[in-house]
């Protein structure tokens, strides 16, 4: 921890709550205190390191909830490590992840738990926590469900798709819901009807259709939407909460839309790729089309309307990247005469927060709900608020200076993540990182790296802060 005295000068300070022209005075990593530019304490003020923010956007690290560095899938392990994939977040201007530890079958949670702390440990450039996923719900997993929440693990994964590999049947997912409805624990849902989907999957393979499009064509619209209707039932009937992980679709955003308008405690988290990249992009030629391999799957451009506006209303809470990155030599190939062997996932944890910003530019949303949907509300969903996700006295010094009018090109040749390809290749946006502290220290020096690994602490979370 830093234990030096940091004044960021001149800049806008924009956080979910408020836009203030304002000096940030940090002190042994967290912001110590906030006071109007010129103000008699602002100009009162000493420091060790000055930045000069004026011009720019001074805004709160960005909270990524949804990531998989090295995450087992498809015979092959995502190519971005703990190392790699938190650097690249930190050039995105995000200093926090939340990452999925992964339960072995058979295993306990804790042993998967084990071997994700020590995957991270010591290899982090920002900080990081970890969900849990669940893939075999058992009584004995059950009730370490339990230990887990103590000890800062508060959420967990569940899919209703992948049979055979993650999946879970209703009758499991009850379990789990009501064991979470007593233990203060938020279920996260991957909604998709996998056993209609793996019929789906078997005809159209049956029938010469390899290609990658056949990806989004198998994984329906009905089948997302039907499995998001039956998560939030099972979880009325436990009357537990409901957090429904990377929603693509238009019918299932209006599921959740519906549940909320009841007053259900049910979420809903969409990503980068649904609201910017299409079934255009999977029908890529000559198996470019691999590279936009996600479930659930990328959607007709006719969603992504309904996406945004879940934003705007607050029935789509939070933007999280799903980052699970797979090279396209090696790793994608693995798929090439089977669309259903690519590994699934696509890179973009270092994107969010530009393409986001991109997002107020275009209109879709404002800027105070660009740090809301990318900071304030993903730290309240999974207990890290007022920790991380805003900029307040007492709060981690995780801040980003964030020049709005810089213009640049998303490119593989340019990006830090470890990645052969870009999901945004070409893309011109506006605004860009400039500089990120991350607990006070600097970690992206007006775009030079200049953290380390390691520097990243794990962080225990609390519980939803929504349910409170
Ligand atoms: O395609 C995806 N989303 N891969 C990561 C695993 C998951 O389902 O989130
Ligand atoms: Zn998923
Ligand atoms: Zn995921």
């Known amino acids: 921890m830093s234990s030096t005295r940091t004044l960021i000068r001149g800049g806008l300070v924009v956080t979910a709550a408020e836009e203030t022209h304002a000096d940030v005075l940090v002190e042994d990593g967290r912001i110590a205190a906030l006071a109007a530019h010129g103000s008699t304490v602002a100009e009162g003020w000493t420091a060790d390191r000055t930045i000069d923010a004026a011009g720019r956007y001074v805004v709160p690290g960005g909270v990524d909830a949804h990531t998989h560095m090295e995450m087992p899938f498809g015979g092959t392990f995502a190519s971005d490590t703990f190392e790699t994939g938190t650097r690249a977040a930190a050039w995105g201007g995000t200093t926090t992840i939340v990452d999925f530890a992964v339960q072995t079958k058979g295993r306990s949670l804790h042993a998967g738990l084990d071997a994700w702390y020590a995957k991270a440990d010591g290899k982090c450039a920002v900080d990081y926590a970890f969900h849990m996923i669940l893939s075999d719900v058992t009584e004995r997993s059950l009730k370490e469900m339990d230990r887990l929440v103590e000890e800062g693990i508060t959420s967990f994964k569940l899919f209703m798709a992948y049979p055979g590999v993650f999946y879970s049947d209703d009758g499991q997912i009850l379990r789990a819901m009501q064991r ?13 009807n996998g056993i209609a989907i793996d019929v789906l999957v078997e005809q159209a393979l049956a029938a010469g259709h390899t290609d990658p499009r056949y990806h989004g064509e198998v994984r329906k619209v009905l089948l997302e939407a039907e499995a998001t209707h039956r998560a939030i ?22 599921e959740i839309a519906a549940a909320r308008a009841k007053g259900l405690p049910v979420f809903g988290e969409t990503c980068p790729q649904y609201l910017f990249l299409s079934t ?11 590279k936009y391999v996600c479930s659930t799957p990328l959607r007709p451009r006719e969603h992504q309307e309904a996406l945004w506006r879940g934003l705007r209303t607050d029935d789509l809470q939070v933007v999280s990247t799903d980052h699970c990155p ?3 030599v090696g790793q994608k190939e693995l798929g090439r005469d089977d669309f259903s062997k690519i590994p699934n996932g696509l890179p973009g944890v270092e994107h969010r927060m530009d393409l986001l910003h991109q997002a107020v530019l275009d209109g ?13 509300a993903p730290a309240r969903m999974f207990g890290l608020y007022p920790k991380k996700g805003t900029i307040a006295p ?11 009018t810089v213009e ?3 490119s593989a040749a340019t990006h830090h993540m470890n990645v052969d390809y870009s999901a945004y290749e070409g893309r011109r946006i506006t605004g860009q990182v400039e500089t990120v502290l991350s607990r006070g220290e600097v970690v ?7 953290g380390r690994a390691g520097h990243g602490q794990y962080v225990p979370r609390g519980t939803c802060q929504y349910l409170r």
């Open 180 to 192: 979470s409805a007593d233990n203060g624990g938020l279920i996260m849902m991957h909604a998709e």
């Open 233 to 254: 039932q099972l979880a009325r009937v436990a009357g537990a909460p409901l957090y429904v992980v990377h929603v693509s679709a238009d019918e299932a955003a209006a």
């Open 280 to 290: 255009d992009d999977l029908a890529e030629p000559d198996f470019q089309g691999a």
């Open 326 to 328: 797979f090279c396209f």
């Open 364 to 376: 879709h949303i404002s800027r105070r709900r660009w740090i809301e949907i990318a900071c304030a």
């Open 394 to 404: 007492g709060a981690d010094a995780d801040v980003v200076i964030y020049d709005p």
């Open 408 to 410: 640049q090109t998303l």
């Open 444 to 450: 992206i020096d007006r775009r030079e790296y200049v």
